[in-house]
Nanobody, 122 residues
Framework: QVQLVESGGGLVQAGGSLRLSCAAP????????MGWFRQAPGKEREFVAA????????NYADSVKGRFTISRDNAKNTVYLQMNSLKPEDSAVYFC???????????????WGQGTQVTVSS
């Protein structure tokens, strides 16, 4: 079990940037692949990005490819999501999750944070 705490959400204008952080206190962080998902009101939770334990492999949803970057710092037990060129359709609650493989399938992740709101105004 790993506790996850997201931060960095907020209100930004279209075209702007935000960086989300997900802290995972404890020595087991490097044992987990990490993912970011998002959920807008009335919609299903959807995959955004994932990164493997050793940072060698990343995976992105087509809708964010080229705009978002996932990274991790195992020394700080933190995973990041840098979001550039934000669009109003990126507005959602963003969740980080820990699992064994960097999959797009939310059911494969065992641990979830509480979420952080991102709102992009047009």
């Amino acid at each position: 079990q790993v506790q996850l705490v997201e931060s960095g959400g907020g209100l930004v204008q279209a075209g702007g940037s935000l960086r989300l952080s997900c802290a995972a206190p404890g020595r087991t962080f490097s044992n987990y692949a990490m993912g970011w998902f998002r959920q807008a009101p009335g919609k299903e939770r959807e995959f955004v990005a994932a990164i493997s334990r050793n940072t060698g492999n990343t995976n992105y949803a087509d809708s964010v490819k080229g705009r978002f970057t996932i990274s991790r710092d195992n020394a700080k037990n933190t995973v990041y999501l840098q979001m550039n060129s934000l669009k109003p359709e990126d507005s959602a609650v963003y969740f980080c999750a820990a699992g064994m493989i960097p999959t797009t399938n939310s059911g494969s992740y065992r641990n979830w944070g509480q979420g952080t709101q991102v709102t992009v105004s047009s």
